[in-house]
């Protein structure tokens, strides 16, 4: 039955709800809080209470109010955690709310001072503390110290791991690599170790891979046979890959830097080297506590929630002295989940609870978590400083927990500054998501990170195969809202200086995640590291499903030896109105790959400016093996190489690749793209906007609003952290005027040219005269190389063609025929020499080009190579070996129109010997005209040849 509410009655309704506001902020409660207080007293601003649990337990006795809790500043010195649960819950209209006095500052740290320092000498200074409880962190003046390690920077190298055998004595191999387990002992080099006895010390070891680092306690050193022992076996065997880097730490002999300590727990003696004289006016502290303050509810269906910490700092919590990724303070778990779940500010089932304008500094784990059930939380407008793992942490149920356990979600991390992270274990991230869903990441500045910026997983599965979750049979394609961790959203970040200790990751990295994840509008800019392998600014890692990356800005990924800008693999991905802005050496702009059964289809790349100036390899798009399915939709792009050359690497099957030409002829795909300078409005200060004027425009490209992206003026860090990124040379600089038109690129263009080098005397009245007069012989040298004339008195007739290649351009230098000839019978005569103490390889094609014919650019006679030894090939056929600085003469000749066959013939001689006469078969059978004749270096090598006595001739 419908009822429609009286206007009056409505009226009443909302006066009553306006005077229970009213009569809820009457009565709203503050509390006081102050060192010299008094628990017994009132907790009011003349009469505070003296204790932290003072005011939490006097706020229970009034549920249904607002509640403030004001904190006297300064520091507040933790012995235990602070602990919130479901009883000190506020509610809606009624938030639970802790802050500083006003005008002042209260920084909650979670440790002791240390005092009563006495002269160890040499610069040591030694401590009684308390027997019996070790602690890993130490604070000066809030500046992390760190334990006294050997090396004092850099790594040390395994010379090799140990097998681990079984019952039978036999060597045990690993399941998925098979190579020899080696988790828990390894050899170590001549001298590495440093003096003094390694009790109590540990080895923070990158194991098998540049992944995931361990922090294990040695169990035993053997000098004899140069063996180190662990306590308990490495994440992965210790070598997979060579030189596995690691360092010594917690011992007395490595103690001999400023703002090192050794504690030695069993005696209660902590021993230090301070940053700043005298120590006596230092202030040092000890950490007591892992935890500073806690919320915990007892269930997702129990949560602790509407709490609020607003304004106050966080310094300081304890670590360990073991670590490893899978099993931790959390129990065990999966690969790629992170089990040690601790944290500075630790949230477990908990809901609509706020951490906002605080600095937390110096965390042991991980700054703030989110484990188990959390909804709805927010971390905004802080900075986060030097957290030992994770800036913030989201951390929920496995897949096998069920559908229902989706209740890790909906939280907003927004506004913060977040630098320098993973400082106790070198795989941290600034954020790090894992079976988490429907979370905001939004205009956070982050940098400084050993490996991630934001990274994103869930439960992995192999393509193909099904898994049992919550008793339910699930297959891959089923999975995405079982790993709970899809749909979230990383935009308007601002992310350099990433990947600065790992390899195999990206600043924005996802692993086996849920759908419907987007990465949109963030730079990714700016990082160095020595440390080879795998870089990239987005990882779509396996799995990584139904992604969506727009309006990203991407430029100085410097990142290994192995770095692309994007590195795609999953399914129906989605990559559009990005600029990728290459580095020299970088791999490709675009990678897309497969592993461990998993299909890397149905990508879409459309409208995204793909800038590639490759010194070696400016592969716009790289691919693992070709099909068709690997791409849905691919055009309206722009292409940009400054020295116009354009690669597909991998197309049309591993190990070849093509050209842009190739890939628009023989493809669906990139018809309607550019090829073009994409006018950005300053590059040299990184402002990658598109002038007016760019090309980029015409292909519907979208203007991307880097205003919007980085700290917002909430933040009250926001000016100190731009000051330091300035100083760090990563600020760009968008003074610029985007409606401006820009006349000429920033970039150092080199088009292709042509020289005539006295050709045409050389020529005479030789078949090319008549070709060169009509503008139908060209030469091409850039990027170092060159074509001149030369007078080599090796030959008779002196005067020759002298190449040279340099390191850089694949088809440069060049010398290029264009004809067009239709029938009779093709005679072309020309001879090389190598260089004898520079040799460079060469090439000569034979085309028709077919632009509007067929699925192929061109078709060629003959293909004929050189190698720089001297090895002549017709395409994939062996034909002889040119003696070393000998002139070869080489004739060629084939039937064009009705007079075509499906082979040519060739004559090599040098020396007056015959090298090889006979006939070949033409690389295309389908070549009937002659159009286009090249001669060109087809290496990136310093090196040179010579060419002499090149004639053309048809036979009618």
């Known amino acids: 039955m419908n009822r429609t509410t009286h206007p009056a009655a409505l009226r009443a309704a909302l006066h009553f709800l306006a005077f229970a506001g009213l009569l809820a902020a009457a009565y709203a409660a503050d509390y006081w809080v102050a060192p010299g207080g008094d628990d017994a007293g009132p907790g009011t601003k003349e009469k505070p209470f003296r204790s932290l649990e003072r005011a939490r337990d006097a706020s229970r006795s009034r549920p249904s109010v607002p509640v403030t809790v004001y904190l006297k500043g300064g520091n507040w010195y933790l012995e235990k955690t602070l602990s919130f649960g479901p009883g000190d819950s506020g509610h809606e209209g009624a938030m639970r709310t802790w802050t500083s006095y006003p005008g002042e500052r209260a920084v909650l740290v979670g440790g002791r001072r240390v005092q009563g320092w006495k002269t160890a000498g040499a610069g040591v200074f030694v401590a009684e503390v308390e027997k019996g409880r070790p ?49 828990r002992e ?173 600095r937390i500094d110096g965390a042991g784990y991980s700054a703030v978590a989110f484990v188990w059930s959390a909804r709805s939380n927010r971390v905004s407008d802080c900075e986060i400083a030097r957290p030992g793992f994770h800036g913030v942490l989201l951390s929920g149920y496995r897949a096998h927990f069920g559908l229902q356990m989706d209740v890790n979600r909906d939280n907003l991390i927004s506004n913060n500054w ?23 990441i939004v205009n956070n500045a982050m940098h400084d990170s050993p490996r991630y910026g934001v990274c994103i997983k869930g439960e992995g599965m192999e393509e193909g195969k099904t898994a049992k979750w919550n008793g339910v049979k699930v297959g891959y394609l089923d999975r995405y809202p079982w ?45 160095r590291r020595g440390l080879d392998g795998l870089g990239m600014a987005v990882y779509l890692d396996d799995a990584a499903d139904d992604c969506l990356l727009k309006k990203n800005i991407v430029w100085g990924i410097e990142c290994g030896d192995k770095r692309v800008a994007f590195f795609n693999k999953g399914q129906r991905n989605v990559t559009e109105n990005n600029i990728l802005v290459c580095g020299t050496n970088d791999v490709a702009a675009v990678r897309m790959w497969e592993g461990f059964g998993r299909t890397a289809v149905q990508h879409t790349y459309r409208r995204n400016l793909l800038v590639t100036p490759g010194a070696t390899a400016p592969f716009i798009f790289e691919f693992a093996g070709w099909e068709l399915p690997r791409l849905t939709n691919c055009d309206f792009n722009l292409f940009f190489n400054p020295d116009d050359r354009y690669v597909m690497k991998g197309y049309p099957a591993p190990g070849l690749d093509a050209t842009l030409d190739d ?19 300053d590059p040299l200060k990184r402002d990658f906007r598109p002038a007016a004027n760019s090309p980029a425009w015409k292909l519907g490209f979208e203007p991307i609003e880097v205003e919007a992206i980085g700290l917002r003026p909430g933040n009250p860090y926001r000016s100190e952290q731009k000051a330091l990124q300035k100083a760090l040379g990563c600020l760009p600089d968008y003074s610029g005027d985007p409606g401006r038109p820009v006349a000429t690129s920033a970039y150092v263009h080199r088009p292709s040219k042509s020289a005539t080098l006295g050709l045409q005397d050389y ?158 078969p033409k690389k295309d059978v389908a070549f009937r005209r002659l159009e286009r004749l090249l001669i060109y270096g087809h290496d990136s090598v310093d090196g040179i040849f010579y060419v002499d006595g090149l004639m053309v001739a048809v036979e009618k």
């Open 186 to 358: 390894f050899l170590y080099k001549e001298g590495d170790l440093p003096t003094g006895s390694l009790a109590g010390a540990e080895v923070y070891l990158w194991a098998g891979f540049d992944w995931f680092a361990n922090i294990l306690p040695i169990s035993n050193v053997d000098p004899a046979k140069r063996l180190i022992g662990l306590e308990r076996p490495a994440l992965v065997p210790i070598v997979i890959r060579p030189e596995r880097r690691y360092f010594i730490q917690n011992t007395l002999g490595a103690l001999d830097a400023p703002g090192e300590f050794y504690l030695d727990a069993p005696a209660g003696r902590l021993y230090y080297r301070p940053m700043a004289a005298p120590i006596e006016r230092q202030v040092i502290v000890a950490p007591t506590v892992v935890r500073i303050v806690e919320f915990r509810g007892t269930s997702p269906q129990e949560p602790v929630g509407h709490l609020r910490f607003t304004g106050i700092d966080f310094m300081g919590s304890d670590f360990t002295n073991d670590f490893v990724e899978t099993s931790g303070t959390h129990g065990v778990g999966v690969w790629n989940e992170p089990m040690n779940k601790e944290a500075a500010i630790y949230f477990e089932h908990a809901t609509q609870c706020v951490i906002e304008r605080a």
């Open 763 to 920: 020529l005479g009245a030789g078949g090319l005269a008549s070709i060169f007069g009509k503008g139908g012989v060209k030469l091409y040298a850039e990027q170092g190389t060159s074509i001149d004339l030369f007078d080599d008195k090796s030959r008779a007739g002196g005067r020759c063609l002298r190449f040279y290649d340099a390191p850089g351009p694949k088809y440069d230098p060049r010398l290029m025929v264009n004809t067009t000839e239709t029938s009779g019978r093709l005679r072309l005569r020309f001879a090389v020499r190598l260089d004898p103490e520079r040799p460079a390889p060469l090439t000569l094609d034979v085309r028709q080009l077919n632009e509007l014919e067929g699925n192929a650019p061109y078709y060629s006679a003959a293909l004929l190579t050189v190698s720089k030894e001297g090895a002549v090939m017709a395409d994939k056929t062996p034909v002889a070996m040119i003696p070393p600085g000998a002139w070869a003469e080489f004739e060629l000749a084939t039937g064009l129109g009705n007079q075509r066959t499906d082979h040519f013939d060739l004559t090599l001689t040098a020396g007056g010997a015959t090298l090889y006469a006979g006939a070949l």
């Open 418 to 440: 977040i630098h320098h992270v993973g400082r106790n274990v070198g795989h941290g991230a600034c954020v790090f998501v894992w079976a988490s869903g429907g979370n905001r």
């Open 663 to 681: 890939w628009r002829v023989k493809t669906p795909y990139d018809h309607s793209s550019l090829v073009a300078d994409p006018l950005f409005v």
């Open 135 to 183: 602690f890993h962190q130490l604070f000066e003046n809030g500046n992390a110290a760190r334990k006294a390690r050997h090396p004092n920077e850099g790594y040390l190298h395994v010379a090799e791991g140990i097998p681990q055998r079984d019952a039978k004595g036999e060597p045990l191999r690993h399941k998925l690599w098979g190579i020899l387990m080696s988790p």
């Open 483 to 527: 790993v709970h961790s899809g749909s979230n959203l990383i935009a308007d970040n601002d992310l350099f200086r990433m990947s600065l200790d790992t390899e195999d990751n990206g600043f924005i990295s996802f692993w086996s995640c849920g759908a419907g994840n987007q990465v949109v509008r963030n730079l990714l800019h700016d990082s």
